[in-house]
């Protein structure tokens, strides 16, 4: 059964762009706080960038910001994810992820309750 559905992952050079999209069967995001998170072999999940729930404020991690955007199409029901100046530090699969609507976000893995599988981005020469 289909609900968090990560899309737009793929193999890019370093210094390209992505654009992933996050999508909910069971229906909206626009109420919710959103995260994009992304993990590497041998390493953490980490935050990437997450949106309010409450007033669409951003957070990003500091390797993101200038780099990425996150924003929401509501239009679409989706959240994308804009990946910039891609360089192989950012190759790792990447998630995201729902959470409930918050004003101060904390764009950490535990905030969150609702796990997409995964899309991944490979950066390569």
């Known amino acids: 059964q289909v609900q968090l559905m990560e899309s737009g992952g793929g193999t890019v050079q370093p210094g390209g762009s992505l654009k992933l999209s996050c999508t909910d069967s069971r229906g909206t995001l626009d109420l919710y706080t959103i995260g994009w998170f992304r993990q590497a072999p041998g390493k953490e999940r980490e935050g990437v960038a997450c949106?309010?729930?409450?007033?669409?404020?951003?957070v990003y991690a500091d390797s993101a910001r200038g780099r990425f955007t996150i924003f929401r199409d509501d239009a679409n029901d989706t959240v994308y994810l804009e990946m910039n100046s891609l360089e192989f530090e950012d190759a790792a699969v990447y998630y995201c992820a729902v959470g409930p609507p918050v004003l101060d976000v904390i764009c950490v893995a535990s905030r969150f309750s609702r796990w997409g599988q995964g899309t991944q981005v490979t950066v390569s020469s």
């Open positions: 949106i309010s729930g409450v007033d669409d404020s951003t």
